[in-house]
């Protein structure tokens, strides 16, 4: 389904389908794009480990680099000259490591000094990672995450990259719920928003927790005989 497929849903449904327009077509777009975007938050973000939002420019002597604001979450991430797993750490745990160098234990908070990347510290500042230690030479680090959407939905004949097909009408349900709140209306219903609100947030957990199936190979257990 596109979005102009789901757009003929909706005004199907709100019995919004004759001109003039109660909700207008722009109106409609930034409902279903919002509904994407919290479909995909609610349910722990899109895996991408190709996207340009996978890939961060290491540069010498830069300490810190900006992260996509896509992501979500990182899983792995590898320095793409040899493949190193690169340690993720989150920014609370930093004055809890520490790591040996000639014999000595350093703060991983002082590593100051140039040398070979070997911890990417998140949780510092939004929007940025911290390399430790300070990059002695350029390099990029490649990422496995689960982030948002990387484009917005704003007209026809546009795809919900990341959302399986199944769910694309279950759009809907946040889409009424915007749609039932707008002021200007005297479609203005706040229980039918409010129930609608939580028809979604229930479908999210469900698919949530469906998706965490998927994730997971099947485990083949092996009895012993009596």
Known sequence: MRSDDLLRLFRDDVQDHVAPYFWSDEEAYQYMNDAYFMFVRL????????????????????RDAALSPAVMRIREAYLES????LHIINAQDMDRLSAEDYGVLRRLNNFTDPGPVQFMIIGLEDGLVRWINVPEADDTARLVIER???????????DFEGVREEHHFHLL????????????TDRFDLIKSDQEAADFFAYCEQARREKGVRKHKVRVVSYGGL
């Open 43 to 62: 349910t722990g973000g899109i895996p991408d480990a190709t996207s340009a939002a996978c890939s961060i420019p290491i540069v010498t002597g830069e």
């Open 82 to 85: 040899n493949d190193y797993e």
């Open 148 to 158: 948002l959407p990387l484009a917005r939905i704003t007209g026809a004949d546009q």
């Open 173 to 184: 349900k946040w889409m009424r719920h915007l749609a039932y709140r707008k002021q200007d």
